[in-house]
């Protein structure tokens, strides 16, 4: 098997919701097709262009932004920096001058109602997330590129060779859970701090620690403002917020403009089991019915399971004495490796394994991150992310309109409880003992997948998405 590299900033990126597949990925292709058209010196020279999606994006793309992503990317926007109040005020420009700003600086005619082709009957075989850019030249040559937008964000595009970055030679080359064992038993080391001499492979440990902690303050932020913006949600299934009033029942409606003073104030309420469960909740929901709002958020690994790692790293911080930039660090170090191991051997796209590959995946991350935390071993970190995964096995993606809210926003507050408790449990074992393997389980979370129904994988075509009526302008 070939070593893929993969960094712990690939597992958890910045960007705008709802979708990491359908959102995030089209627009990294779109900003990677102009970066193709200006080492080949033609942007300039377009005169169009047209994208057909194909597959999940088609079914589902409408209501995951799809459109909408194309073309901030093919703008020039980066998603890390783009200002989410204005996406509506440049979509409706756009619209209405029947015009796109190619890169910021070429201007072409460009409809999205007839250049941005949905092909819902249509999927290449590699990949079910697959978007192609065409473009006609003003001397008539035309140039096209295919892109598959893989899940977490990640794109591969039609005959793609390894970049330098996958091809660094890391202290420590990891595929399998394993692998990461045997690392762990000859050095001696955690998890986490294996992971972080990979990392230094990249940079220096300073700007790892420095972006990790940007991650942390943007997960942080899109919780405090999911907990304080109410209203619904848009797509037209008029989903009423509910983090905003949960938190404002479980601070007896008491209002803190700022997030430490939120966060201290909800310290103080005390930690009764209840009171904690309702705050993890709260925690999920706000992140990702900010996701749902094309709010900033994390994709942890993918922006459907956002809410996950930030529920349950709050949970650490302010419940189980956490509150340490070396323990946030810890935390967030180990969880991306153990997404890593289940990108190389399974998948962390809907649309090639259901909500198993990404609410699965971001609770067994999570769970190896607490147990860590927690003092647990490196087996019994290995154990938790197990148990997390072997209780998610089979979970199918039936997104409601193809909108990223029923039932994906109530299951990352799940994800988040089954984390916590498979963290408990794995405490309380001995993984000498244990029958099942955390490559076993990712074995048996890709053979699901494969085995799925076509229609729960992201495409709105079974389960609860054809069951409850609604009525929709859009989508």
């Known amino acids: 098997m070939r070593h893929e590299a993969i960094s712990v900033f690939d597992m958890f990126k910045i960007g705008v919701g709802p979708s990491s597949s359908h959102t995030l990925g089209p627009w990294k292709a779109a900003l990677q097709f102009l970066e193709s058209l200006t080492a080949k010196d033609l942007l300039q020279q377009v005169q169009n262009i047209e994208v057909l999606l194909y597959g999940s994006l088609a079914k589902t793309g409408i209501g995951h932004g799809t459109d909408i992503a194309v073309q901030l990317g093919l703008c020039g926007e980066d998603p890390v920096t783009f200002d989410v109040d204005n996406i509506t005020a440049k979509m409706n420009d756009i619209r209405n001058m029947k015009k796109i ?60 060779s390894p970049d330098k970055k996958n091809e660094t030679v890391l202290p420590f080359p990891i595929n399998t859970a394993e692998d990461l064992l045997h690392w762990c038993i000859r050095t001696g080391m955690n998890v986490s701090e294996v992971v972080m001499e990979n990392e230094n492979a990249w940079r220096p440990e300073p700007a790892t620690r420095q972006g990790i902690l940007q991650i942390w303050n943007v997960m942080k932020e899109c919780m405090y403002r999911g907990c304080h913006t109410q209203g619904n949600l848009p797509g037209g299934l008029f989903v009423k917020r509910r983090g905003f009033n949960l938190n404002k029942k479980l601070l007896l409606d008491r209002s803190y403009n700022d997030y430490d003073g939120w966060i201290a104030a909800i310290w103080q309420g005390g930690n009764n089991f209840k009171y904690i469960l309702d705050w993890v909740s709260c925690f999920a929901l706000a992140v990702n019915e900010e996701n749902a709002s094309f709010g900033r958020v994390v994709t942890a690994p993918t ?33 991306s490796e ?53 209780h998610h096995l089979g979970l199918t993606c039936d997104p409601i309109a193809g909108l990223v809210q029923i039932p994906c926003i109530e299951r990352n507050t799940m994800g988040a409880i089954k984390a916590i408790t498979a963290s408990q449990l794995a405490l309380q074992s001995t993984p000498d003992y244990a029958k099942v393997s955390l490559d076993a389980v990712i074995k ?25 009526p609604i009525s929709l302008s859009e989508c």
């Open 338 to 390: 153990v997404g890593c191991i289940f990108k190389k051997g399974a998948t962390i796209s809907a649309a090639m394994g259901g909500c198993q590959a990404e609410i699965g995946v971001s609770s067994a991350m999570a769970a190896a991150a607490l147990t860590e935390c927690m003092g647990g071993t490196q087996k019994q970190t290995l154990m938790a992310a197990e148990i997390a995964m072997e």
């Open 444 to 468: 048996t979370m890709w053979d699901t997948a494969l085995d799925m129904n076509s229609k729960y994988k992201e495409t709105s075509d079974g389960g609860l998405a054809i069951n409850i």
């Open 303 to 335: 922006n459907g399971a956002a809410g996950v790692i930030p529920a349950v790293l709050q949970y650490y911080i302010l419940f189980c004495d956490g509150n340490t930039e070396d323990k946030i660090i810890r935390f967030l170090l180990t969880a």
């Open 101 to 160: 700003l190619l890169h910021g600086r070429h201007e072409i005619e460009f409809d999205p109602q007839e250049d941005i082709e949905f092909l819902i009957t249509e999927s290449l075989p590699f990949h079910p997330n697959a978007l192609s850019f065409l473009v006609t030249l003003h001397n008539g040559d035309t140039f096209a590129e295919t892109y598959y937008s893989v899940g977490g964000g990640f794109v591969i595009k039609e005959g793609f």
